[in-house]
């Protein structure tokens, strides 16, 4: 089955400064790539997501990035704020249909 | 338009009993997914419901089941309730499976 590999575990910027995330997948029939950011007590949300047929897509101050043939994939935060704190989850989609996450990213933005 | 609703939001149980979670999808969402949140562990699947059929079901022991009623309403049992069965259980519901996933709140499950 897939594999997903998130790395680093927890991750602290000042405010301004930028964030990546990133993330590796086994499966090169996956498809799909979501991020979701969970803040402290509330539930995962969906703040961007890339296809495999893209190769990188942005959301104002979020980006994504998708390199296939090495099978991973990044989040890029740029202009962090203190709101931006969460723990932030990758996760792939392939022929299964269900995503596997990996194990969370806690981002901390010092302001 | 109402989110997936979760209940009940906590839940505190002792080792040996069983317990029901419930998972209410979006509106028109036929799909529902089940998983486990532990600090250690991530987000694991449990399994997915469409239509009223498991369509897909993670690596987890028969004491876990579940079942979708006919308005896509889900429900996940756990039965014989182990020490380890402590974690926030969250369902997601999509359109079909295929599209983006919306979560609940979660039911945060503690066993004593």
């Known amino acids: 089955g897939e594999n997903v590999e998130q790395h680093p575990s927890t991750l602290s910027v000042q405010e301004g400064d930028s964030a990546v995330i990133k993330c590796t997948y086994s499966?090169?029939?996956?498809?799909?790539f979501p991020w979701y950011k969970q803040e402290l007590g509330k539930r995962p949300q969906l703040i961007i997501d890339i296809r495999s047929n893209v190769g990188e897509k942005k959301d104002q101050r979020i980006a994504v990035t998708l390199n296939k043939t090495a099978k991973h994939f990044s989040l890029h935060i740029t202009e962090t704020q203190p709101e931006d704190s969460a723990v932030y989850f990758c996760a792939a989609r392939g022929g299964s249909y269900i995503p596997t996450f990996g194990r969370g990213t806690s981002l901390i933005v010092h302001p | 338009k109402a989110g997936v609703t979760q209940t009940p939001r906590y839940l505190i149980k002792t080792r040996g009993q069983q317990v029901t979670l419930s998972c209410s999808p979006i509106?028109?969402?036929?799909?529902v997914s089940w998983y486990q949140q532990t600090p250690g562990q991530g987000l694991q699947f449990l399994f997915e419901?469409?239509?009223?059929?498991?369509?897909n079901k993670g690596n987890f022991p028969g004491r876990f089941s579940g079942r979708q009623f006919s308005n896509s309403r889900s429900e996940m049992n756990v039965s014989t309730l182990e020490l380890g069965d402590s974690a926030l259980y969250l369902c997601a519901s999509s359109q079909t499976g295929r599209t983006e996933a919306f979560f609940g709140q979660g039911t945060r499950l503690t066993v004593v």
């Open positions: 509106s028109g969402h036929r799909s």
């Open positions: 419901y469409f239509s009223e059929t498991q369509r």
């Open positions: 499966d090169s029939a996956s498809n799909y």
